[in-house]
């Protein structure tokens, strides 16, 4: 089994983000076990309405055209909703915004819109382990929403 690289600040991070939804959208989120390969499924009124998975970058949104996630991944939220009809997001925490995307499969088919195949090897530029270079699919920052606000600075 793969090694867990969660630090306990991500930890909190991760209660501050659940606790933002509950105030800003009353959302009710629930983490997961690993299994599911994403972190929460979000209900609003005892519905479930999405499947989350929350990403931390310690840049400005557009420091970089295109986010990168694994391929896996991606698959994974794709699954989830396939067989479930319950969307799969993927939320991005920036220094300056939150943003987010629905995760669909034409995120990981033929090229993005930049042009650039949508799956690419990609990963970890400083490996943790032999497992942090992979098939990722990178996706243009610009088809993300923003959210308002952000959830503190020193996070």
């Known amino acids: 089994m793969r090694k867990t ?26 983490k997961l076990p690993i299994k599911y390969s994403v972190d929460y499924i979000a209900e609003s009124n005892g519905k479930p ?42 939320y991005i925490r920036h220094n300056d915004c939150i943003s987010y995307l629905e995760v ?20 970890m530029n400083q ?3 032999d497992q942090d270079r992979e098939p990722c699919v990178y996706i243009p920052i610009d088809n993300f929403m923003i959210m308002e606000g952000i959830i503190g600075e020193d996070e």
Not at 5 to 23: A, G, H, P, Q, W
């Open 49 to 90: 309405v999405g499947w989350i998975e929350l990403r931390w970058r310690k840049h400005n949104r557009n420091k970089y055209p295109e986010f990168m996630i694994a391929q896996y991944k991606v698959k994974k939220m794709i699954d989830l909703y396939e067989s479930t009809s319950i969307p799969s997001f993927l």
């Open 104 to 123: 669909r499969k034409k995120h990981s088919m033929g090229n993005n819109t930049m042009g650039k195949p949508a799956v690419r090897w990609g990963g």
């Open 127 to 129: 490996m943790r382990d």
């Open 5 to 30: 690289y969660e630090t306990s600040l991500d930890r909190i991070r991760e209660i501050n983000f659940v606790n933002y939804m509950k105030d800003k959208h009353n959302l009710d989120l629930y």
